[in-house]
């Protein structure tokens, strides 16, 4: 599909502060030198994690209406990447907006936003969690955490992992549907100032990963901040494994560029400081075959 600048539908909410969601993964694309077309699922003051009394207007009632007015203008995505869903309903009608949309050469993502250190998010239950299987089988590319991948699998949260098992839990869940699946946040079982990305691609059957050091604190939005660099860098070219790389790095610098000032950690990683990076060549590669 030929558009001149790629275009991305980006179905998440609107969180107005902490840096998550759509906060970053606007700039982080439009740096990438990619059209965000934001599809907004909620609109919330602040993230739900850290902040009490947050405000949160559920869009479900308007998404319909919304998608019918970009059906009628004929719009084409060379990607559509989904994460924060506001209802189980609107589970449904991403899978129908992923129908009605599709294209030839498209990169469909779906990021399972559910929870994080093995606790599902304020907003989720366990009926979002049955409905976000059905949506990842028909993603290309699904990019669950650790605490995600183990609610899609029905699994209890694991504090380490062994490699062997892990390479299962990936093929399940490549099994439900997806060609690529990417699982973050994996701990190191050999080291614990370790953290990595473990992704296969059904296609050729290989298994990568990227380690990178951790960073004792959980800065929100750092999923939304990997993904979006993934899905620019997969948009501009980049093999699985130097997208993978692309984002773990840029993730690494976000990290690092916040940890040194005594910052909110739920104010989210400064990447407004390094968004610049992101149209540095690669240079120093750390990708590994499993
Ligand atoms: O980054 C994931 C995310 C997105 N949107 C909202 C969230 C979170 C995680 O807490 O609360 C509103």
Not at 4 to 17: K, Q
């Amino acid at each position: 599909m030929k558009n001149i600048i790629p275009r991305i539908a980006a179905i998440h909410d609107l969180s107005g502060f902490g840096r998550c969601s759509l906060t970053v993964i606007i700039p982080i694309l439009s740096a990438m030198g990619m059209q965000v077309c934001p599809l907004p699922t909620a609109v919330l003051s602040t993230h739900t994690g850290e902040f009490e009394n947050y405000k949160f207007i559920d869009l479900t009632e308007h998404m319909e209406e919304y998608i019918a007015h970009w059906k009628s203008l004929d719009i084409k995505f060379n990607s559509i990447y989904s994460g924060f869903l506001g209802s189980s309903r609107q589970i449904s009608i991403v899978a129908d907006f992923i129908n009605e949309f599709h294209q030839p050469d498209q990169l469909v993502v779906v990021d399972p936003v559910l929870g994080d250190d093995g606790e599902l998010y304020a907003t989720f239950d366990h009926k979002m969690v049955n409905k976000m299987g059905e949506l990842v089988k028909l993603a290309d590319i699904i990019t669950p955490n650790i605490t995600e991948a183990a609610l899609l699998l029905n699994e209890p949260y694991p504090e380490s992992i062994q490699q062997e098992e892990l390479k299962s839990w990936i093929l399940r869940l490549a099994d439900q549907g997806p060609k690529t699946v990417i699982i973050t946040s994996v701990p190191e079982s050999l080291s614990k100032n370790k953290t990595a990305v473990v992704a296969y691609n059904s296609s050729d059957k290989r298994f990568w990963k990227v380690s990178c050091d951790y960073i004792p604190a959980n800065y929100p939005g750092t999923g939304d901040v990997f993904t979006s660099v993934l899905v620019g860098s997969l948009l501009q070219g980049d093999s699985l494994p130097i997208a993978l790389d692309r984002a773990v790095q840029f993730v690494s610098i976000a990290i690092r560029s916040t940890f040194g000032y005594q910052y909110p950690v739920r104010e989210g990683v400064l990447i407004e400081r390094v968004l610049q990076n992101l149209k540095a060549p690669v240079t120093l590669s750390s990708y590994e075959i499993l």
